[in-house]
């Protein structure tokens, strides 16, 4: 039988209201179910779990005077204002610009805020374990500023996002990261109760988020995943095409809120977006999310119609990499797991939109690692960039820069190991309790990999 606190995790609102019910005074059964909404079996674990606190009379029960329970009843639902949406105004005006490669166009400070009181009046955020899957939007915040004991966690692609929300929240809010198309980060996977994501809006987007918001929850048919997602009412096919996905995953809709997003853009779809409130099904529980595509997004170098690299490219590359006679093999780009050790690696990172070189080097064990990327990466834009970039992983690798190489749209970073190396960077995808190095305890379920850039380079300067 249920406890009392798992029943009100995430099926809060109606056994809430239930509580308040019973603590006014005598109720019939048939009437809690009725004004609740709640399902019969649910009212009847309810009562089971309030054991001997319940006093019943045939069809009739009531919580006994003085028993408490005086904590219990959420608050309504109340449009955003005051101060906490001034406070949210500066912060989404002040956080970091968009990624280009990620596409994401920004939600305004009102419609935030409006999803952290949602979330407040329909669930007991003292209780269940909030995740953003990607927050660019500062719905994490959101719901700081109106519930500061709320159990957050962040994963996001943007290392500057991260880096922001902790600093704005100083640290209350976790902040892990991960490029959701390679995987969760395994501390996360099981760990949620809800789970938030404004994904992009395309099929595969759409069904990679659910996906993994699915592996997130600690018990899927339970828990409640919440996705904003907006198409033009001039397409109504593309709209099908996405509710399908989500269909296919075993998700099904317990609320779609019309209209309840508002955003600076995304003018097609009328800058709005609905809120799908989906519960998982038993199907949903067994699916099993594997490696999703690199094309997501709606444009730019990501996006679902966006080319691959020319084969002239990858083999200048390998050029590079084999060009003082160790034997090479070409991987596939994925930091996620810790692959085979070997003598000299290359890879195409030219996809990268920022975090994969740091991630890639990190998560890589080879004697030699050549990688073709983006001219213009942030890592290699700039003097100040490149020394940053080269001081972290200098316990790992001695990197060579070879901007303009192939061509005057690539790079090519040269990454040879050295000897001696920091333990910390060679075990990335070791849990750091097993880690011999004094680690803060509230890192210890996590890996190095999954750490924001801002974290990793804290613990290497310690």
């Known amino acids: 039988m249920p406890s009392l606190e798992d029943l009100l995790t995430v099926h809060g609102k109606p056994l809430h209201q239930a509580i308040v019910l019973l603590r006014e005074g005598w109720q019939e059964f048939d009437d809690l179910i009725r004004v609740t909404?709640?399902?019969?079996?649910?009212?009847?674990?309810?009562?089971?779990?309030?054991?001997?606190?319940?006093?019943?009379?045939?069809?009739?029960?009531?919580?006994?005077p003085g028993s408490g329970y005086t904590e219990y009843g959420l608050p309504e639902f109340t449009e955003p204002g005051g101060d906490a949406l001034v406070t949210l105004e500066k912060l989404v005006k002040d956080v970091p610009p968009p990624l280009a490669a990620l596409d994401h166009v920004q939600a305004t400070p009102e419609t935030v805020l409006k999803r952290a009181l949602w979330l407040r009046s329909r669930y007991d955020l003292g209780k269940?374990?909030?995740?953003?899957?990607?927050?660019?939007?500062?719905?994490?915040?959101?719901?700081?500023?109106?519930?500061p004991d709320a159990d957050i966690t962040v994963v996001d692609l943007d290392e500057r996002v991260l880096e922001y929300i902790d600093a704005a929240s100083d640290g209350r809010v976790r902040t892990l990261h991960a490029d959701l198309r390679f995987g969760l980060p395994p501390a996360v996977s099981g760990s949620a109760d809800l789970v938030f994501s404004d994904p992009p809006y395309t099929p595969e987007g759409m069904g990679l988020f659910a996906a993994r918001g699915v592996q997130a929850l600690r018990e899927p048919s339970d828990g409640r995943l919440l996705l904003a997602y907006g198409y033009s009412p001039r397409h109504p096919a593309l709209g099908a095409q996405v509710q399908r996905e989500l269909a296919i995953l075993g998700l099904t809709f317990e609320a779609i809120l019309p209209d309840f997003n508002r955003y600076f853009g995304a003018q097609a779809i009328g800058s709005a977006a609905d809120l799908y409130v989906c519960q998982p099904t038993a199907k949903a529980k067994k699916a099993r999310a594997g490696k999703g595509k690199s094309a997501?997004?709606?444009?730019?170098?990501?996006?679902?119609?966006?080319?691959?690299?020319?084969p002239a490219l990858v083999d200048r590359l390998l050029e590079i990499a084999g060009e003082t006679g160790l034997s090479i093999e070409s991987r596939r780009v994925d930091w996620s797991v810790s692959g085979p050790e070997g003598d000299a690696v290359a890879m195409d990172l030219s996809a990268d939109p920022g975090p994969w070189l740091l991630r890639t080097l990190l998560g890589t064990n080879a004697q030699r690692l050549?990688?073709?990327?983006?001219?213009?990466?942030?890592?290699?834009?700039?003097?100040a960039s490149q020394a940053a970039l080269s001081s972290l992983v200098a316990g790992k690798y001695t990197l060579r820069l070879l901007r303009s190489t192939p061509d005057n749209k690539h790079?090519?970073?040269?990454?040879?190991?050295?000897?001696?190396q920091n333990e910390l960077l060679s075990r990335a995808h070791a849990r750091l309790a097993n880690v011999p190095q004094e680690i803060p305890a509230e890192l210890h379920a996590y890996r190095l990999i999954d750490l924001p850039r801002h974290r990793i380079a804290a613990l290497l300067a310690t």
């Open 411 to 420: 790079a090519v970073v040269v990454a040879d190991a050295v000897s001696g």
């Open 370 to 383: 050549a990688l073709l990327l983006p001219n213009s990466h942030p890592d290699l834009g700039d003097a």
């Open 37 to 64: 909404a709640a399902p019969r079996r649910s009212i009847e674990e309810l009562q089971s779990a309030l054991g001997d606190d319940l006093e019943r009379d045939g069809k009739l029960s009531r919580l006994k």
């Open 296 to 310: 997501i997004y709606t444009h730019g170098p990501q996006s679902v119609e966006a080319g691959t690299t020319k």
């Open 128 to 147: 269940a374990r909030l995740l953003c899957l990607g927050d660019h939007d500062l719905t994490s915040l959101a719901v700081h500023l109106t519930d």
